[in-house]
């Protein structure tokens, strides 16, 4: 695998909320490795890894982006995620390839939301975490105050590895509090200077000893005897807590100045794992897709080839790109490979490196790397590859289902295939949308994780394959149904030159408990209604329950009974009893005090104790009933509640701003309900008015 070893790579996910500068720390980090030769900045939208037009437009992250750099001859597989919630599920799906994370907290906001969601991620995957303050040269900068919020938000002691000289505008440089030397940053240029006198050097540097020895019995006794640990043993002691999560090492600088980010650098080889120390941390194991064992691998070239699909790129250009993590053997290019997930054999061509939307040719991918195939045909994101004589796959990532959706239509007529087709493709590439059509409404719904999420994939749409399309809240499923019993008779008679049509049938309705659907007994006796014409009647009922008879929405829970009706013996047919079949129930379900029905949604609603109150208020607000609180870890409540679907069509905005973004929440259907006459009444009226537009 070439000049890297496995023990000299590391692979980690740059992660944070939005705007806490992600990316412009990766283009520094790449910039100080010598992969580019100067830094693009956000503003400009020249950076390496925003490179869609979305991101560039919006200035965020929207899609995670791979790239790659040397330090001190060790290879760096860097991924830059998404912080913004709508695309936070992406990162979730880096972390699982990752080895390591490096943790950004602005030194001006420190942790929100988000962070905290991404280090439950990173709990998940048993990360190791480096954690870097960031913006250590804006106004309203604070070290203290970023250390104080990790160790209050994620119960841990933050150990800084680095100092800042000076904060907000004043800062200059870092002091290194392993080595115990300070530096100076200038126009890019690092130059070595004398160490500042300052109390908290050496207060956070006794912190920083003290921590380091607590796990090891001879350093503990080296050092309660008063003598100083040796550098050697200091590096030892931070890689040991960082790699078992003892302790969370923090450094700090300024990611657009390139200020402190070479010791980043350094840290994230002491602290963050190889593959093969990962290996040791969670092994990898997969199942043997044909007798179902569990099977382990090591991340070594001698062992069968396996990786792990975290990422597909609807490229227009390239096609699709499938973008892997090889965890044992080796990729070379030219070669078959077999997709144990969807039991195909997949022909690779090139393989390469990414560095952004650049392709980076190779001859092949080795162990611990991560690496990008053009074109497979059968691959999609969570599958896995490997050799065929030892198959193996692993667990894919279970992304969250999404929250929000809209009805969407095309702005041109007879653009529908064109949107579905476009969609497909820009679902390949992110696994948090859905598509469908609904049967019932004929709407083509898109679901996301949000409206910016949404927005943004229509956005791509119309960039990449020119449809354009309106978005409109989904219609609710409404269903109706009736309270009482009710008999009537539906009577078709129609005489016109030659054979006339006769049918007459006599039904009684009731309401079935919520939920059962339809019911339909055969009563007749006699052959008052012969056995053939039987089942038209039937017909003709369920044909326009279908319809609705109140505003359109199909009629459920109701039982039919068909007990008595004549027929003419030349008259007579199918269709005749069909249409009275469909003329009785009309009748009897008017009299039958018939109402509309809503679904109501389990909703499970997380937000932090300083906003329960105003959420609860609002779900009551929303016609909910609360069933019920629980505590959660992180000064969090969990409200479990019954609220109807029309009443949450846009919670996930409103969720956000009750909550400063720190609310998440989820819901799945649990039942049908009567609405409310006076909201029943709207409901009817505007569907009339529907009716009569679509007939003009």
Not at 404 to 428: C, F, H, M, N, T
Not at 611 to 621: E, F, R, Y
Not at 653 to 676: A, D, I
């Amino acid at each position: 695998m070439g000049k890297y070893e496995v023990s000299k790579i590391r692979n980690l996910s740059v992660v944070a909320h939005g705007g806490a500068g992600k990316t412009s720390l990766v283009e520094a980090m790449l910039f100080n490795g010598g992969a580019i030769d100067r830094m693009g900045s956000v503003d400009a939208g020249n950076t390496v890894t925003d490179y869609d037009p979305e991101e560039i437009e919006r200035k965020i992250t929207i899609s995670s982006s791979v790239c790659f750099c040397d330090w001190q001859g060790h290879r760096l597989n860097i991924i830059d995620t998404p912080g913004f919630i709508n695309f936070i599920e992406d990162t979730r799906g880096c972390l699982r390839v990752s080895d390591g994370a490096v943790l950004i907290v602005s030194a001006i906001s420190g942790v929100k939301a988000e962070t905290e969601k991404i280090w439950k991620y990173a709990c998940e995957y048993e990360l190791p975490r480096v954690v870097f303050v960031n913006k250590m040269d804006r106004e309203n900068a604070s070290f203290v105050r970023a250390i104080g919020d990790l160790e209050k938000s994620f119960e841990i002691d933050a150990i800084p590895l680095s100092l800042p000289i000076g904060e907000g505008p004043q800062m200059k440089g870092v002091i290194d509090l392993i080595r115990m030397k300070a530096y100076e940053y200038k126009d890019g240029k690092k130059t070595e200077i004398d160490m500042p006198s300052n109390p908290e050097v050496e207060e956070y540097r006794k912190k920083l000893v003290e921590k380091v020895a607590e796990a090891d019995d001879a350093l503990i006794e080296k050092y309660l005897e008063g003598e100083d640990l040796t550098e050697d043993e200091i590096l030892k002691g931070v890689k040991e807590g960082s790699l078992t999560r003892r302790f969370l090492p923090v450094l700090c600088g300024a990611a657009t100045a390139n200020m402190g980010v070479d010791l980043l650098l350094d840290s994230i080889l002491l602290c963050l794992p190889s593959p093969e120390e990962m290996a040791r941390i969670r092994p990898i194991s997969g199942r043997n897709p044909k007798d179902g064992q569990d099977v382990l691998r090591q991340p070594s070239e001698s062992e069968p080839f396996s990786a792990y699909v975290f990422k597909t790129i609807a490229d227009p250009f390239a096609g699709k790109l499938t973008v892997m993590r090889v965890y044992s053997g080796t990729l070379k290019s030219d070669s078959t490979v077999y997709n144990a997930s969807s039991e195909t054999k997949e022909r690779i061509g090139q393989v390469s490196y990414l560095l952004g939307k650049k392709q980076v040719s190779a001859q092949s991918i080795g162990p611990g790397e991560i690496g990008v195939v053009a074109k497979l045909k059968n691959t999609n994101t969570g599958d896995t590859l490997c050799d065929e004589t030892a198959p193996i796959v692993f667990e894919p990532v279970k992304f969250s289902e999404p929250i929000i959706s809209y009805a969407i239509s095309p702005k041109s007529k007879g653009d529908e295939e064109k949107v579905s087709a476009g969609l497909q493709r820009i679902l390949e590439e992110d696994p948090t949308l859905k598509f469908h059509r609904d049967e019932e409404s004929k709407e083509m719904i898109i679901s996301g994780m949000g409206q910016v999420h949404i927005e943004v994939a229509l956005q791509k749409l119309k960039r990449k394959f020119g449809v354009d399309v309106e978005m409109k809240t989904p219609k609710i499923p409404y269903r109706e149904t009736i309270r009482t019993r009710a008999k009537a008779q539906g009577k078709y008679k129609k005489q016109s030159g030659g054979r006339g049509q006769y049918g007459d049938c006599w039904i009684e309705i009731e309401p079935l408990p919520r939920g059962q659907g339809f019911e339909f007994v055969d009563k007749i006796v006699g052959g008052v209604i012969p056995r053939q014409y039987i089942p038209a009647v039937e017909k003709g009922i369920v044909e326009t329950m279908k319809q609705g008879i109140l505003a359109g929405y199909p009629m459920v829970d109701v039982k039919v009974t068909l007990y008595d009706g004549s027929y003419h013996s030349v008259d007579s047919s199918e269709m005749a009893f069909k249409i009275a079949g469909s003329l009785a129930i009309k009748k009897a379900a008017m009299d039958a005090k018939p109402v509309l029905l809503e679904p109501v949604m389990k909703v499970e609603v997380i937000t932090p104790d300083d906003a329960l109150g105003t959420v609860i208020g609002d779900l009551n607000s929303k016609r909910g009933k609360v069933q019920g609180v629980e505590p959660q870890a992180g000064g969090n409540q969990k409200i479990i509640a019954l609220v109807p679907m029309a009443e949450m069509l846009t919670y996930a905005n409103q969720l956000h701003s009750m909550t400063s973004g720190r609310g998440l929440y989820s819901m799945e259907f649990s039942h049908y309900e009567e609405v409310p006459s006076n909201i029943a009444q709207k409901i009817i009226e505007e569907r009339k008015r529907e009716k009569e537009a679509e007939k003009s």
